[in-house]
């Protein structure tokens, strides 16, 4: 019997470079979406209806695929407190975010999804992150060197720069750089075997 596809329904090289870790084949979707933030919602129901968008997306573009097939969407944001700091515009939006999340804890979160047939699981997973204290100029150096703005929080805790300031980190570190492996490793065994 063959062993089920897995399809990863995201555009994030960090996705699959983590994916990639569990040495299983897989094939990617890229698929668009809108990230729209239902304020009625927690923050853990958002980023999982994010994340379910996406695995439909991708549900919707393979329809035709034989066999079965297991879809893995996902969405990560950073909160500081219960504000959502998501992707930033540019320097001056990153710049701000960067200087927010001095001095305090911030947290991390991601929810992802499985389809396999008619199934689904449906999961958010929290990581608490402290940063060193950074300067104005240190800032302004990793955001002229890294440019993180297509990451969410304007930083991204696997950038060897990042790495000189996280002073703290509870909970999966791959849940910070974008997908919590060993809970996805979890979920995803008994549906490849």
């Known amino acids: 019997m063959a062993r089920p596809t897995l399809i990863l329904a995201s555009q994030s090289p960090r996705r699959k470079d983590i994916l990639s870790l569990m040495q299983i084949p897989f094939e990617t979707a890229a698929v668009e979406t809108e990230e729209i933030f239902d304020p009625s919602c927690s923050l853990e129901q958002n980023v999982t209806s994010i994340a379910l968008a996406k695995a439909e997306a991708a549900a919707a ?5 034989k ?14 407190g219960n504000q959502i700091l998501g992707k930033p ?29 008619e199934k689904s699981y449906t999961e958010c997973v929290a990581t608490t992150v402290e940063f060193e204290p950074m300067s104005d100029n240190e800032i302004q150096r990793y955001l002229l060197s890294v440019k993180p703005y297509d990451k969410a929080g304007a930083y991204g805790i696997q950038d060897p720069l990042m790495a ?30």
Not at 67 to 80: N, Q, R, S
């Open 61 to 65: 573009l393979i329809s035709s695929h």
């Open 67 to 80: 066999g079965k097939t297991v879809i893995l969407g996902a969405d990560t944001v950073v909160a500081k």
């Open 89 to 117: 515009a540019g320097f001056d939006d990153a710049f701000i975010m960067l200087k927010s999340l001095q001095n305090r804890s911030h947290r991390v979160y991601t929810g992802f999804v499985l389809l396999f047939g």
């Open 164 to 193: 000189c300031y996280i002073k703290r980190i509870e909970g999966c570190y791959y849940n910070v750089v974008g997908l919590p492996l060993s809970r996805v490793c979890k979920v995803l065994k008994p549906l490849l075997c």
